[in-house]
């Protein structure tokens, strides 16, 4: 068994929480992020959709493009890194073709609307900064700097 299910003493688990704790360790395996999370990729291309895509790992792999390829090449429009971006929208583009017919839940949507303890920017700085210290200033954002 793995690292959750040993965390856990076997002798008072039921056999549900054991079938929830296997559930949850697939789940860690296919969300593994070493190797670029190729466990979550493979996975993503093989199933079919309805699907919901995690936007967090297509938005890490577009700022890796744009950032990592120039938009020129010899002053001429670097098509590479265009296809780049293309093809990793497009590999989406599948999940959007299908209908969701979600309900509305309305435990979730309040959630959602509960957010009623939220930080404001400056707090969630100051939060970072007591979690992980580092020797630099907040930068002000555009909107900060016009008031």
């Not at 790992?57 to 990592?68: A, E, K, P, S």
């Amino acid at each position: 068994m793995g690292s959750i299910t040993q965390s856990v003493s076997l002798s008072f688990a039921s056999n549900e929480d054991l079938t929830a704790i296997t559930g949850l360790e697939e789940y860690c395996t296919l969300i593994d992020s070493s190797s670029s999370f190729r466990a979550y990729r493979a996975a993503l291309a093989d199933v079919e959709p309805p699907c919901i895509p995690y936007l967090g790992l297509i938005l890490q792999d577009l700022t890796f493009v744009h950032l990592g390829n120039p938009d020129l090449i010899d002053g001429k429009v670097n098509f590479s890194k265009r296809w780049q971006q293309f093809n990793i929208l497009d590999s989406m583009r599948r999940f959007q073709q299908v209908h969701y017919e979600l309900k509305r839940n309305d435990d979730i949507v309040s959630f959602f609307n509960d957010f009623s303890d939220h930080l404001a920017e400056e707090a969630l700085w100051e939060l970072s900064l007591k979690i992980k210290p580092r020797n630099i200033t907040r930068r002000k954002t555009e909107r900060e700097e016009k008031t």
